[in-house]
Every structure is written in C-alpha cells, then in structure tokens.
C-alpha cells in the first residue's frame, strides 16, 4: 500500500518538474507514474511487477523516476535502471536524471555501471607501454595469446591514455575518451574477472573499475544495461548488482529483454580454435616454468596440467570429423546445420558428457594454480619478481575464461532430453577462419528466456517494471509473456502518447508496389522509384531489411541520389548521424540507408527526418537456427509459428521503424512501406491495425 507520505512526495516532485518545465501534465505521463507507484508498493509480491508501454513524446523516463525513487527510499530498496544501449545509460546519467533531480530539489546518489571491459586496465596498460619499449629485443608480452603488434598510431594512442588516466583528465572509461579507440588495441588494455588480481594488485586504488564500483555501495539509483543485469544473475544474483531482492528494476528499452538474455545464455565451441589453444599452452607452460623453478607447489601442477590439457584436446580432435559429418550431408550450399528439436543424439551426449568431465577436471586445478599465484603476490619475499607472477596470474586467468566458456557448451550438450520441456536450440555452423582454414563452431541456446527470468528474475526481486514505446504486438502483451516469462499477475498497461498521429503524419502504402517475398520485381521496383520519394532540403530515413537488397538498390540509384545518400557500411552509425544532420542544418537535402540499427534508438527530430520509407515487411531471416527451433517447438505443440512468432515479431519491429518519424509533438511527416503485401494478405490488416491511428493513404 502506498504510503500518504509517499504519495505527497511525487505528487509534489511532479508539480515542481512540470512548473521548471514550464509543461502541461500528460495524460499518459500522469497513468504511468500511478501505475508503478501502484504496483510496486503492493502487498503482494506477484503483483509488484509492471510493463507498461509508453508511446513516444509521453516521457517514460519521467514516469518510472518519479515515482520509483521514492517508493525505494521509503522502502530502504536500490533502483536499477537497466537499458538497452549506451546511447541510453549516457542520457541518463549526463542529463535525464540531473535534470530532473535538480527541479525536483531532490538528494539521491545515482551510479552508472558498465562491464569490466569497458574500463582500461593499469597494469595491462603499463605492460603494454613496457613491451613496446622492448619489442626491438624481441619481447612479445602477449605471445600466443593476444594479437599484440602495436604500430605507431596505437603506441602514440596507448602514451597518451596513460598520461591523461595518470594526470586525472580521463577515468579509464573507454566511452569517455574523445575519439574511437580501435577495439585491437582496447582488447590488449583490458582484462576479465578471471585475470583480475583484485586487491592484490598494485594497481588498485588507481583502478578506474574499482572506482566505479566504489560508488555502488552507496548509490541509490544505479544504470546499468540488460547485458550486465543477466550477468549478475547468471551469477546467481549480488555479484556485480545488490541482491534481487533488494532491487526495484526498471527495464528500459524492454522490448530487448527476452532476446538480450537468449543470447546472454547461449554458449559455443569452435572446434579447432580450441584445439589450436590447447596446443599453444604446453610452450606457454615451459616458457614459465624456469621462472618458478624454486617453487615448488607450483612446479607439480604444471605437468598436470599440461597432460589434462592433452586429454582434452584429443577428445575434441575426435570430435571434430563425427560433426563435420553432418555438415558433409547437406544438400545445399548453406552450412549449417540445425539438430532437429535439439536432439544431438546418444553419440554425441556421451560425448560431451566426457569433454565437460574433463573440462570441469582440468579448470579445478588450474583454480587451484590461480590460487597459489594469488597468494605468491602478497608474499614480498617470494622468488619471482612481482611483475612475473602478474603476466602468469593474467595468463592462467585467460585459461580459465576460455575453459569456462568450453564447460558451457558441453554441459548444456550433455543433458539428456526431457519430456515437455523446452528444448535447447543446437546447431553446427561451418565457419572460415581465413587463410582457407574452416571451423566448426557448435552452439546451443535456449530458444527463449521464459524460464532464465521466471525464475532467477521475476521469482526474486523484490519488484520491477518492463516499458518501452514497443511492448505490444499485434495490439497484445502476449509475444512480451512468452519471451520475458513475466507473470499473468503482473500489471499490464498501454499509455497514449503525446501526438495527434492522425493530424500530424501519412502513412502510404503506394498502389503500385510490389509484394515483399517477389525479391527481384521488388527490388526493381525500389530501385526506380526511391527517387521520386526523397523530398528536398528535409531528411529521408529508408529502411530495409536485408543488406543484399540494401545493397543491390544503393548501386542502381542514380550518381546524384548517391551523392546526398549515407549509407550503413561504409560508415559508422554515428557519424552517419553526424553528417546527415549537418548537410540539413545547411539547407540540403540527405538521405540515411540503413538496415535494422536504424530502425530503434535513433533520434531524427524536425526536418532531419520527414519521410520513414521501409522497403518491406521485417520478417525474421528463416533459416535463423534461433527462430526455426523455437517455431519447430510451436510447431509440435500444436500451434502455428507464423502467426504465434512470425507476424507478432514483424508487427513489432514495424511498429519500432514507423517510431522514427515523430519525435518531439511538433514533427510531422510521412511513413511510406513499400510491401503490397499490406494490403494483399489477410495478416496486412493486422499489422496495419497495430500501426499508430497515421492517417492513410493506400
């Protein structure tokens, strides 16, 4: 029950933001901060669970701050705000959450949180500037295990993070440096969880990733993103995060929850990329081993290790040819190949029953190696030099990662097939590795995170609420139950957004086009007509969802509707942004060709956005292993894939690409889709039903 205090506090909060706005209340705005409000001061904890869709202009952000906040002070509780991008967490840190705790007159300590790899390493910087120093002795500080050839751009680059992170005008944060830092060189600045010494390490106080977890413990408020909520779960919860249940979470960005945590519980194997890492450790043993010569304990583990790598190696090398198999035997040219509901057979979960026993063997004792190489750092008089026992620490700790990662996929293999629970999918991708060299990757996934959530998420916080302007397809919350396996008795609401659609943009469906799935005639038909669509000196935003077609239409356009277009690939999203607005801010016309990156996040208020075009219908890409095994599963359920996953994913993904358009209360313009099959199938009606109330043109 809410509290009266309580109650007066976001009443008064909203009156004094809406006053230093110089704003109306919204209406939409008005219903979402009671219904969280509402449902996170409920009695029952099934019931203090929330989605709520908030159209565009209704300031959702707005909405779940002002009346979580509260709720979680009064009830000594931690807000998480978990997004989709960092596009998002950015905004909300640098000015959503300061501009509204300032007009509020309100005291709440708010952390951002990213993953560990987001943040440099100091000793990995060090060593990184030491072995660029040493190169010309013929020093390789990463030597079979990372790709480390600095030239001379990246040894400028890595000399001056180390002089900003040392004089304080950088924190360490990859995403507040001013320029791109090539991944190449920020993969060799960086470290995971196993290769981290913790408080051991000499560099900790100065920890740009410690520091940012220091001001955890004291936060009221902490943003964060899908990815690392799963993470923090999947270690069982309070890990990187408070405890679940001390947590209120707002997912923002909701619609990415179910596919963010399918993906953050697959797990895969290349084979021969493992085998190749497997034969490297033997030198990299021997290349440490005279270092350690006088110690003993860990003298003896090294040979064990060794010949517990081997076994493992050999089992995969048989492995290897049994898999190839199945990819030999296709038909076609495709290679992939999709175990039919995830049975892998009685050969291979044997098999993997006995590469995940060793697996798990042979990980124990390198943990236990780890251990004595932790403990070796805080004894100042231990034979090695500390800066030795570091890299070692560092390598052994890459061991454990890839090994970690190799345990995931052959104990998700391993598992016998149960009746009437939801299969795994799995699946064998031929990959090439350049050079000529092909792998086999293995992959297995669940197909959905119904479970995952139900019961490490929705079973264990204390509350929490899904929003987004996107959470209905086809008009229900019925795809967002299935994917997120959030309860019948949560509260589920759509909230109006702020614009008159019906006065404010056209939705075209041109009588002439062609049906999406005629490929060619489709193609032609955007090719030769595009032209006659861009409209001069605004912004024309064209959507399309598949890069061949993207592709194939950018080639055959005229040489001067190229010469205004900016097309995805040939730069990066942002600066294609950058640009786009930049030619009409000086009175030209532009046009920004992309693919489904486009389609959500991408703010183009005004005259940089008049025309959304969509080349056709977003269906999923079929032979996507993910999407065939979860309609198989529909399937011998009984139901119908395509309408049951199929047209409710298409519908939302329709719903997210017409979103581009109407930004702010004043944009007007028009939605042109270029798919006549709107208009000829009898699901066209639905998915246009499902649109905002556009007023139409066919």
Known sequence: MLEETTKKTIQQAYRQFLKSRNLQPRQGQKQMIAAIANSLSHNDADKRLAAIEAGTGTGKTVGYLLSALPI???????????TGTIALQEQLILKDIPDLLKACDWDYQVALVKGRGRYVCNMRLEQCLDAIKSKEAGLFLFEDELQFNPNDQSEDLFQELSESLEDGSWDGDRDAWDSRIPDADWRALTV?????????????????????????????CIVANHDLVMADLALGGGAILPPPEDCIYIFDEGHRLGETAVKHFGAQCRINATVNWLERLPKQIKGQAPLFEKETTITEMLPRIENGAKEIMDLLTVAYPVFKDYLDKLEDDRQLYRFPQGDVGEGTRELAQNISALTSRWMRRVEVLRDALNE?????????????????????????????????????LKQPLANNAVPLACWLRLDD??????????NASPIQATDILREQLWGCCYGAVI???????????????????IPETAQFLSVAGAFNYT????????????????????????????????EDKVGTLVLFSS???????????DSDLQHISLVQGKYSNREMVRLHKERIDQGKTSVLIGLASFAEGVDLPGDYCKHVIIAKLPFMVPDDPLHQALSEWIEDKGGNSFFDIALPIASLRLIQACGRLLRTENDTGAVSILDKRLLTKRYGGQLLDALPPFRRQH
């Open 72 to 82: 979680a002070r009064e009830l000594d509780k931690t807000v998480v705000i978990a």
């Open 192 to 220: 995971d969880h196993r290769q981290c010494s913790g408080r051991r390490c000499q560099f900790v106080d100065q920890c740009p990733f410690f520091k940012a977890r220091g001001e955890l413990e004291e936060a009221d």
């Open 376 to 412: 070796a750092l805080s004894d100042k008089d231990y034979s090695v030099p500390t800066s030795d026992i570091e890299l070692f620490y560092q390598q052994v700790g890459s061991w454990l990662t890839k090994a970690e990662g190799l345990l995931a996929l052959w104990d998700r």
């Open 433 to 442: 590795t350049g050079s000529g060299n092909l792998d086999i990757a293995i």
């Open 467 to 485: 929003t987004s302007a996107t959470l209905r397809s086809l008009g229900t919350f019925n795809s967002l139950k299935r994917e997120t396996g």
């Open 503 to 534: 006065e404010a943009a056209t939705l075209r469906v041109p009588s002439d086009c062609i049906e999406g799935n005629a490929i060619d005639q489709h193609t032609d038909y955007i090719a030769e007509n595009l032209a006659t669509m861009v």
């Open 547 to 557: 890069r061949r077609q993207m592709e194939e239409v950018v080639d055959r356009l």
